[in-house]
């Protein structure tokens, strides 16, 4: 029987130190773009006949185009915490 290392899970990518410094740089400025560009980002909502009066009741379908994944991200982590 082979002896796992500790903090090691089958089918997990291991990432060498080099690419773990590079995620966290890219999750750390990527954090910051979004927080910084979020409030200053116009958003209007559509809704058709039938739909939720809020975006906090569920269930929900939301659609949006790949460029407007960074207002996006910014736009539901508000309408989240409220």
Known sequence: ???????SCPGRPRFSLRQ?????????????????????LRVCVSREDGAQDSIAQRPLV?????ACIIPATYFFAIAESA
Not at 1 to 7: H, P, W
Request: charged content about 20%; aromatic content about 22%; proline content about 3%.
């Open 1 to 7: 029987m082979k002896r796992r290392r500790s903090g």
């Open 20 to 40: 773990r410094i590079v995620l966290r740089i890219i999750i750390f400025f990527g954090y910051w773009f979004i927080r910084l560009i979020g409030p200053t």
């Open 62 to 66: 939301l659609n949006f185009w790949h």
